[in-house]
Antibody, heavy 123, light 109 residues
Framework: QVQLVQSGAEVKKPGASVKVSCKASGYTFIDYFMHWVRQAPGQGPEWMGWINPNSGVTNYAQKFQGRVTLTRDTSISTAYMELSSLRSDDTAVYYC????????????????WGQGTLVTVSS | EIVLTQSPATLSLSPGERATLSCRASQSVSSYLAWYQQKPGQAPRLLIYDASNRATGIPGRFSGSGSGTDFTLTISSLEPEDFAVYYCQLRSNWPLMYTFGQGTKLEIK
């Protein structure tokens, strides 16, 4: 079955960077765009960006431009999200989420999702 | 930027009752709207996409309707496992971004 397994929880200090991984299985990794979405405590989800695992092309939400970097390693079917210059309001659960459909452009919907990675930013 | 407004914020119902959740977009999105269910400590799960298509494995008691700016998620007869938070979501093309509503919490009365 299709599965996305993310790395474990992280605690970081303000100003640091964090890198979260998302290992895919059960499908051809390069055939589906991968998105990253975060959810702060008590808030709705917030989309951060996508990566085309085949080409490595990325697109970021304007809010995160310059602070987020999405990469992938096709040899191990793993996507990565790195967020720099962390602030306390970056404390959130970070999810990877695959496109519902395999298409040449990003799909509209996300399915499935990884289990989430809690990133806590605290001095 | 298109804004999604969900109502009510909280809905208190009993098992077996019918639930009706609303999502309103600030401008027309045609039928490009999805609904997700999220239980505590879990990731969101896709229920409905393209306004009315059930995702794989989603029970028939879940249905979606609407187009343009007004959308509805209906749960015909609530099961105990349906009490959760529900989010609507859209994709806008210019600029390309994905937006979620703030959610409706469906709680047991």
């Amino acid at each position: 079955q299709v599965q996305l397994v993310q790395s474990g929880a992280e605690v970081k200090k303000p100003g640091a960077s964090v890198k979260v991984s998302c290992k895919a299985s059960g499908y051809t990794f390069i055939d589906y765009f991968m998105h990253w979405v975060r959810q702060a405590p008590g808030q709705g989800p917030e989309w951060m960006g996508w990566i085309n695992p085949n080409s490595g092309v990325t697109n970021y939400a304007q809010k995160f431009q310059g602070r987020v970097t999405l990469t992938r390693d096709t040899s191990i079917s793993t996507a990565y999200m790195e967020l720099s210059s962390l602030r306390s309001d970056d404390t959130a659960v970070y999810y990877c989420a695959r496109d519902l459909l395999s298409t040449v452009i990003p799909d509209y919907w996300f399915d499935p999702w990884g289990q989430g990675t809690l990133v806590t930013v605290s001095s | 930027e298109i804004v999604l407004t969900q109502s009510p914020a909280t809905l208190s119902l009993s098992p077996g009752e019918r639930a009706t959740l609303s999502c309103r977009a600030s401008q027309s999105v045609s039928s490009y709207l999805a609904w997700y269910q999220q239980k505590p400590g879990q990731a969101p799960r896709l229920l409905i996409y393209d306004a009315s298509n059930r995702a794989t494995g989603i029970p028939g008691r879940f249905s979606g309707s609407g187009s343009g700016t007004d959308f509805t998620l209906t749960i015909s007869s609530l099961e105990p496992e349906d009490f959760a938070v529900y989010y609507c979501q859209l994709r806008s093309n210019w600029p390309l971004m994905y937006t979620f509503g703030q959610g409706t919490k469906l709680e047991i009365k």
